[in-house]
């Protein structure tokens, strides 16, 4: 910055101030952000106030070493004594001990003292150390003030400040006047004046421009700081909600799983107890037939619980790992359940263009679940025997899916209410693969009806 000429130094001091226009849309949006108008930049807290009263401290004994210096091998104006200097000195540097603080009273307050400073002590508010306080004062103003709204009002006050000061200086003081007659000759390539006019100019723009563009990046990055948190924190708390996600949804796979493998084999094994239990004494035979269905319901329930507790067990699978059925499993399913007491139909009807390959391990779980599960309502829950299980090939809205249809024709059986959870499990599969279900009574009645659809996605020849 170049200051008012009173006192003659080793170089031309120079004086003036820098003018500031206006971008569209108003200065608060330049200095704040019209996407946060709300957000202000939080305070540095009592340790970053102790870093700031501290280095104005340092700042102040390095101007008044820097002052005593140069009134060494420059002199010292005896008549304004050599205390003034040290005065401004300090008049500008200790503020800055709360620049963040109260931003725009430090600002204010070492303007005061810098333009009255001039008038005291050349030498202090030209020397190097002096001028990098008042900038700090500057920098700290823009970047620090809370309200955006008063920092342009701020700026634009020092700007008007600062060029009321020059002109005053140049058409009202006799100082320049004074200084000018120093020019003697025109050794440039320009008029002295008009030189150190644009020279005055230039400097003067090059100080205040540089403190508010400083300050104001300073704000600016104090934003995305705060942006860049609020994103990371946010991150985190979709990665925590996700892993909770994830864990529930393990668990109801594991529950689905454990009501598939052990709620079937059990609810058979209960059946075939109780059947065997009324038909001993009356036919043996018949007894032990279901005695052996027991048995084997047994093993099948051990074999396969095993298997589930195996994948469960390891740190990484698929989440069709915890059972190798598919839909070529389905005539034995339906064998076993035929065995058990019903009269079950399998009808298969998918289009030659389906190719086989198209379930996947994942949906051709599923289907074979969905049928082990109607199978078994079925044979718990209603007085019919005689089940239809037909899976056929279908397009939905344009589109490929695999229709799974279970049908009976018998009523409802008192006091075998269940807990429901068989069909929301079932539900869950079926949605699981983007799929629709349909669980009810079958109208005209009676009966009972599940129809899912799965979407399929490959054709042969297509993709």
Known sequence: MTTPTQTMLPDPPSRGGSRRFAPHGGWSQVFGDPAHPDWERPNPGPQGYRRDAVGAVALTVVALFSLALIESFNGTDLDTGRWRGYAVVAAVTLPLAWRRRYPIVVLAFTTVAFVWGTYLSMMATAQLVTQVAYFASVYAAVAWTRSRQVTAIAVAMLAVSMTVWFTIDLTVSSSFRDFVDQFDSQDGPFNPVTAYAVFSIINNLGFFGGAVYAGRASWRAALRRHQLREQAE???????????????????????????????????????????????????????????????????????????????????????????????????????????????????????????????????????????????????????????????????????????????????????SGTGYGLVGLRERVDFHGGTCEIGPRRPGPGWRVRARFPLTTRVGGS
């Not at 195996?310 to 339906?334: K, N």
């Open 234 to 416: 946010k991150i985190a708390d979709q990665s925590a909600q996700l892993a909770r996600r994830a864990v529930v949804e393990e668990r109801l796979r594991i529950a689905r799983e454990l009501h598939d493998v052990v709620a079937h084999h059990v609810s058979a094994i209960g059946i075939q107890a109780g059947a065997a239990r009324k038909i001993l004494p009356r036919n043996p035979q018949a007894a032990e037939q279901a005695l052996r269905m027991v048995e084997e319901s047994s093993r099948q329930a051990v074999a396969e619980t095993r298997q589930l507790l195996g994948v469960l067990r390891e740190e990484e699978h698929e989440p069709s790992a915890f059972s190798l059925h598919t839909t070529g499993e389905l005539p034995a399913l339906v064998q076993e359940y035929a065995d058990r007491g019903l009269s079950v139909t399998l009808t298969t009807a998918i289009d030659d263009d389906v190719e086989p390959g198209s379930l996947s391990p994942a949906l051709g779980l599923s289907v074979y679940r969905c049928v082990q599960e109607s199978l078994a309502n079925v044979l718990r829950h209603s007085t019919g025997r005689d089940v239809t299980v037909t899976l056929r090939s279908v397009e939905e809205l344009s589109r490929p899916a695999l229709e799974l249809e279970v049908l009976d024709r018998g009523r409802p059986r008192d006091g075998t």
